[in-house]
């Protein structure tokens, strides 16, 4: 299990991508997670640069977990959804401390999930779990494949069940998930996996 195999300190976090169909899933996947998650959770969902976003507000009525805008320099702390804004890249450091960047889109997005998998495959090593939603496009299969070889921990939402399939089949093809599962399941095997190294 992977959980066992690749974290013997415990995760330390969970990073999260989703495009097109994303805000209903993210409602109803952080909708499963109680307010004391023991990890913070870093999340990509490709919004129109153009206009600020609600989301922080949509999803704060529907989940028990803060959301927050990411903001640069800011340290992530367990409980917390930290948000990439429109427009700009997310990346962690190995110290905890957000990075915002404007630098190139990245498979014509920005924020770029393969950007915030690398940079959490690089600073969390097997301690890091990334997941896969709904979305076109292959922006993070790259990114898992990076998780993946750093020891840590990858899901997906099946592609047959997911409402914009192009994301979760890049995902898949890569090789790099070790859990292909409903929507509905992931909240659950998310949890499975950051509480089964502590008390």
Do not use: W
Not at 31 to 60: I, K
């Amino acid at each position: 299990m992977p959980s066992e195999q690749h974290a013997p300190e415990g995760y330390a976090v969970v990073a999260i991508a989703a495009s097109a169909g994303g805000v209903q899933a993210l409602i109803r996947l952080l909708g499963g997670f109680d307010a004391d998650l023991p990890v913070p959770v870093l999340l990509v969902q490709h919004l129109d640069p153009r206009h600020r976003t609600a989301l922080p507000q949509v999803l704060t009525h529907r989940t028990k977990l803060t959301i927050k805008l990411a903001e640069d320099r800011d340290r992530i702390q367990p409980g917390i959804v930290y948000l990439a804004p429109p427009g700009r890249h997310l990346l962690v450091k190995s110290n905890g401390t957000m990075v915002l960047s404007d630098s190139e889109v990245v498979h014509f997005v920005r924020p770029s999930a393969d950007l915030l998998f690398e940079s959490v495959a690089e600073a969390y090593g097997p301690r890091a779990i990334a997941c896969v939603l709904t979305g076109t496009g292959v922006d993070g299969a790259r990114g898992v494949a990076a998780i993946k070889a750093h020891g840590g921990t990858v899901l997906v939402e099946d592609p047959k069940t997911a409402q914009f399939a192009g994301m979760p089949t890049a995902a898949v093809k890569s090789g790099a998930a070790d859990h292909v599962l409903p929507l509905e399941e992931i909240a659950a095997a998310l949890r499975g996996l950051v509480e089964s190294k502590r008390q």
